[in-house]
Every structure is written in C-alpha cells, then in structure tokens.
C-alpha cells in the first residue's frame, strides 16, 4: 500500500476513533421512527446522501431526494436529513426553514455543530473530519483535498448506520436484494 493511501485510511479510522456513536444511534432510531424520510446535501456531499437514500429504499423505507420530482412532501412524522459539512450552505438554511415550518424533524451530518444549519436541527452527528470550510493554508490538516476526509466519512457513516438500521427493523439483505432495481 503506498503511503496515500495508508495516510488517507489513517485519517478516516481517526475520525472514526473521535466520532460519537451515542448521536449516530440516535439518528437511528429517528430514521426508524420517520414516516418519511428526505434527505439533501449539496455537491459531493450529495452524492453521499444519495446512497442513504438509495439503501434506505432497499430497506423498503419511504425515502425521497430534495430536488428529485417524486420527492414528497414533508410535514409531522416526517425526518429530513441534511449534510452541511462546513455548518452553513444557503440552500441548506433555506430547506430547513421550510421543514421546520412544515412540522418535520431535522438531522443534520456536519464538521462544523457550531454552524447555522447544525443549530436549527433537531439532532445533529459531528463528524470530526476537515471540510472546505477549513481546509486552506495552516487549517488544512488532512492529505485529502478539500472536503474530501468529510465526504468519505459521509460513506462509511451511512453504510454503518443502515448495519444498524437493518438490525434495528429486522430487515435481511435478501429483503433488500429484492427491492434493488432489475433495470440495471
């Protein structure tokens, strides 16, 4: 293994060591409680988010995508999670706004729980990794560019979150074999 990789692997098993399992397993439980579910993020945070929902979907949850036209509408019963790495992103402010409004719970994944969009959510997940939003000159800590530590944990995060989800409701991965789309 050369030594990026064994540097970026170092980086992510770091922000695993520092993150709180106690706020993971919460937004667990209210991902299980949730009518609906919607989730947003923005760029390559997106992209992340997106495999929430589509692992969500496998488990036979009702799951949508902000921006996506089948995206329901939210209101009491109803979560929506929102990554905001660096803590505040306009689009994400103005989401949530909306939700809030709409009477559904909020779950923001951020590095930054001091930031606007973290301090409007119902329940926030820290995850302790470098973001854009300090990732320039004496700030930048990690070998990866950019928000690149954050949104590799973003992976690692939901895949273990939907572990724990699967056990949390009983649902197999065969159960989940049959909902992955045959139009491949």
């Given at each position: 293994m050369t030594d990026l990789y064994a540097r970026a692997l170092s980086e992510l098993r770091t922000v695993f060591e520092r993150l709180d399992d106690k706020?993971?397993?919460?937004?667990?439980?209210r991902i299980a409680a949730a009518r609906k579910v919607v989730v947003y993020g923005g760029g390559r945070e997106g992209l992340q988010v997106k495999g929430l929902a589509m692992r969500l979907f496998h488990m036979g949850l009702d799951v949508g995508v902000v921006?996506?036209?089948t995206a329901p509408y939210l209101g009491k019963g109803d979560l929506f999670v929102v990554t905001c790495g660096p803590g505040e992103i306009s689009t994400s402010v103005a989401l949530m706004?909306?939700?809030?409004?709409?009477?559904?719970?909020?779950?923001?994944?951020?590095?930054?729980p001091r930031g606007r969009v973290p301090s409007m959510a119902d329940s926030v997940i820290t995850i302790p990794a470098q973001t854009m939003a300090?990732?320039?000159g004496d700030a930048a800590t990690s070998v990866l560019p950019m928000g690149s530590l954050f949104e590799g944990a973003l992976f690692i995060l939901f895949e273990v979150m939907i572990?724990?989800?699967?056990?949390?409701?009983?649902?197999?991965?065969?159960?989940?074999?049959?909902?992955?789309?045959?139009l491949e």
């Open positions: 706020a993971v397993d919460h937004g667990v439980e921006g996506d036209m706004n909306v939700v809030k409004e709409a009477g559904a719970e909020t779950l923001v994944v951020t590095a930054q300090d990732d320039q572990l724990k989800l699967m056990e949390r409701l009983g649902v197999t991965a065969e159960a989940m074999r049959a909902n992955h789309t045959n």
